[in-house]
């Protein structure tokens, strides 16, 4: 079944082409998912490199067992964010017992991760009670205008960004990591910034309680605004 | 101070971590002009407000996206590490069977190469290999303490695992076996090649060993098996690659595998993974 509004496949035609070894379909089913799994598995985790992890399993989860998926028990969203926080448990349960040795931590994380995960109370479809579905309509504007706006900024101004905000690194950080010198960094976070800005503002988010209302309703981290041989292997 | 040298500051802080909580310090001489001209301009104090306000909303929705190149890191995965599809060994659908005649429109049909489907198979292999050990390096890149040995040690594993799966992938005999253990909580994937006499291992989902024991694979030919090296792990993979002279047999493989083993020891144990061809 088509969906009604954009002609587009169903989510439920797509599992069915991939259960027929369709890779374009995981794609598309990718683009539509990816980044409410992504979004659920940093709040639950708090580790973008142990995001990304789930993210992968969760769609080879897909992949490998497309024919279990039966939409009369629920949305496939449903199932896919299902797959993803057993993951996730399984992760923070191992991760409890030993150090990750590398790892890109958004930040200290708070409490036990695994009672984190069981008290998380988000809904199967993504919606956060707290919040509302009328809240959550709003964030999903916010993430529209801020992807667009990412995508339409030229490429170095996007880098830096990114860098600032999603690694948390600062400007000097970033001029090592990319090797520009410090001012072009600081002219292009300032550009990128103001992008982004303009952005917000445009849609009715700008400088008032527009934002004000938008990190109310906020949700992430408790803690938004802190620093934030010929062989491999041996015999 | 000027409003523009203000304002700069302001905004260069909405891109700092911690960086409001800095300039509030006053430490610094441009922290404590700043706060001298924000006593005294409304409008610098407002910018203030609205640029604090927006770096948490920016902060916490952009940490929440995934990274640009998650998507060709997890189609690669799921190509290398996934079950075998008919799409790799009979012709794929080229639409979704819709519902209702015209309600769905096709899905964009998959190029077609007209390679050998286990060649298309190696050659994932060999993409996953090297973007989810590269993702491993340029996280290990990012620590910021970053053990520097260990990121040695991966950039060195990574060439050679890199090298080893390409001219594996290459070679005419190439095949991939899907490695699956009893609780489906671990999946790999074997890359072999009797002419090249080598073998590339990778697994997903391994716990890391216990201390005093280790992963080793073997490979299985008429019934015995012998063990070939131990598995190396980096980030979220376990993997070896390697040349396995007992690829060079007469008799084909029946069977791979991982095991869970005693260090040093050469049996190839109880598998923890496994698949035949």
Not at chain 2, 50 to 59: D, G, K, T
Request: hydrophobic share 45%.
């Amino acid at each position: 079944m088509a969906d009604d509004r954009s002609g587009a496949p169903s989510d439920d035609d797509l599992v069915r082409a991939v259960a027929a070894g369709s890779q374009d379909a995981l794609a598309i089913l990718y683009d539509r998912h990816a980044e409410s799994i992504h979004r659920l598995a940093v709040r639950l985790t708090n580790d973008r490199a142990l995001a990304e992890e789930i993210v992968q399993e969760t769609f080879l989860a897909l992949w490998n067992r497309a024919e279990r998926f039966d939409p009369s028990s629920g949305s496939l969203a449903t199932w896919l964010r299902t797959i993803a926080r057993n993951r996730a448990l399984d992760r923070l349960r191992a991760a409890a017992r030993r150090p990750r040795p590398v790892t890109a931590s958004l930040g200290p994380a708070e409490g036990d991760p695994v009672e984190r995960l069981i008290d998380s109370t988000e809904l199967g479809d993504g919606t956060d009670p707290a919040t509302g579905p009328e809240r959550a309509v709003e964030l999903d504007e916010l993430r529209r205008t801020l992807r667009a706006a990412l995508r339409a900024m030229p490429d170095p101004e996007r880098r830096v960004i990114l860098l600032a905000y999603q690694e948390g690194l600062s400007q000097s950080e970033i001029a090592v990591r990319l090797g520009w010198p410090l001012g072009t960094v600081k002219t292009r976070t300032r550009r990128a910034l103001q992008r982004l800005r303009a952005a917000l503002v445009g849609l009715g988010f700008g400088s008032g309680p527009g934002i004000a209302s938008a990190e109310a309703g906020a949700v992430g981290p408790a803690d938004p605004g802190a620093a934030s041989t010929s062989e491999v292997g041996e015999r | 101070m000027t409003h523009e040298e203000a304002l700069e500051l302001l905004e260069l802080a909405a891109a700092e971590p911690e960086g409001f909580e800095r300039l509030a310090a006053g430490d610094r001489p441009e922290a404590a002009a700043l706060a001298g001209h924000l006593a005294g301009c409304p409008s610098c104090r407002a910018e203030h407000d609205a640029l604090r306000r927006l770096a948490v909303v920016l902060r916490t929705v952009l940490s929440e996206l995934p990274a640009d190149d998650l998507r060709e890191r997890t189609l690669a995965t799921v190509a290398a590490l996934g079950r075998e599809r008919p799409a790799s060994g009979a012709p794929e659908p080229a639409t979704v069977e819709p519902a209702a005649a015209g309600a769905a429109p096709a899905l964009p049909a998959r190029s077609s190469s007209g390679r050998r489907p286990g060649l298309v198979r190696a050659v994932g292999l060999a993409a996953a290999i090297l973007l989810a050990v590269g993702a491993g390096f340029m996280v290990g890149a990012q620590t910021r303490d970053g053990d520097l040995r260990r990121e040695a040690l991966v950039v060195g594993t990574l060439e050679r695992l890199a090298a080893t799966s390409l001219a594996v992938a290459g070679a005419p005999d190439a095949r991939t076996v899907a490695l699956a253990a009893p609780d489906g909580r671990a999946e790999g994937r074997i890359l072999f090649s009797a002419t090249t006499r080598q073998l590339v291992v990778i697994a997903r989902g391994l716990e890391p060993p216990p201390a005093g024991r280790e992963y080793r694979c073997w490979v299985e030919i008429g019934g015995a098996r012998t063990a070939v090296g131990r598995m190396v792990f980096a980030a979220s993979l376990a993997y070896w690659a390697g040349p396995a002279e007992v690829l060079a047999s007469p008799a084909a493989p029946t069977g791979f595998g991982i095991s869970l083993v005693e260090a040093g020891t050469t049996e190839p144990g109880e598998p923890v993974l496994e698949g035949r061809p």
